[in-house]
């Protein structure tokens, strides 16, 4: 069964200049290795490719069952510089949340 990960977990997003910091965390620590599993570094970079111009990279926090992204070229040159709506790049933690995951895996 296919869901978007909004049904599932929750992201919060940080920055740093043009760099933007999401987490994915489940509400529900059993489905921490579905994600490990389906949600890379690529696939997340796949799915924001037109707002995300850099390298994405993933680092798993398993202790507390949560991943995190850091997207570079995310943020039109950060805060200070950018022409963008949204500098600190806040609305991205949910264009995250939109991408889907196999449940059934």
């Known amino acids: 069964m296919k869901t978007k990960l909004y049904e599932i977990a929750h992201s919060r997003a940080g920055d740093k200049g043009d760099v933007l910091m999401l987490s994915l965390i489940p509400y529900d620590e059993a489905l921490y290795p579905i994600l490990r599993e389906q949600v890379s570094a690529e696939r997340v970079k796949k799915h924001l ?3 995300v111009s850099g390298e994405v990279t993933r680092y798993e926090l398993p202790n507390i069952s949560a991943l995190q992204f850091v997207c570079h070229g995310a943020l039109l040159g950060g805060v200070t510089t950018s022409l963008g709506m949204d500098t600190h790049g806040k609305s991205l933690s949910y264009a995250l949340l ?4 196999d449940l059934d895996k």
């Open 98 to 101: 939109e991408m889907e995951v």
């Open 49 to 51: 490719k037109h707002i």
